[in-house]
Nanobody
Framework: QVQLVESGGGLVQAGGSLRLSCAAS????????LGWFRQFPGKEREFVAA????????YYADSAKGRFTISRDAAKNTVYLQMDSLKPEDTAVYYC???????????????????WGQGTQVTVSS
């Protein structure tokens, strides 16, 4: 069993930056992928970025490319999402998730993820 706890959300002005953290308790194996999703009010969660625990291959949604960076610290069992050049349309609840047997073709698939954090609110003011 893996538990995920997000932190780092908050209020920031447009153009600013935030770094989200996701601390995992329990064993994270090399087959895992850790991902970030976000959810707008009344909408389904959407993929933002993911990283394979073994090798560190990263994947990004088009909306995140060039502005967001996902990284991991294996020693701390933590995944980060550095968000730069934030826009008001990035305002959402951001969730961390873990897929136990991930591979490239499914890394963006919401239903693949086995464990989820509680979410952290990110609000970008204009």
């Amino acid at each position: 069993q893996v538990q995920l706890v997000e932190s780092g959300g908050g209020l920031v002005q447009a153009g600013g930056s935030l770094r989200l953290s996701c601390a995992a308790s329990g064993r994270i194996f090399g087959s895992y992928a850790l991902g970030w999703f976000r959810q707008f009010p009344g909408k389904e969660r959407e993929f933002v970025a993911a990283i394979r625990w073994s090798g560190g291959t990263t994947y990004y949604a088009d909306s995140a490319k060039g502005r967001f960076t996902i990284s991991r610290d294996a020693a701390k069992n933590t995944v980060y999402l550095q968000m730069d050049s934030l826009k008001p349309e990035d305002t959402a609840v951001y969730y961390c998730a873990a897929d136990k047997q991930s591979y490239a073709a499914v890394v963006q698939t919401l239903g693949r993820y086995d464990y989820w954090g509680q979410g952290t609110q990110v609000t970008v003011s204009s």
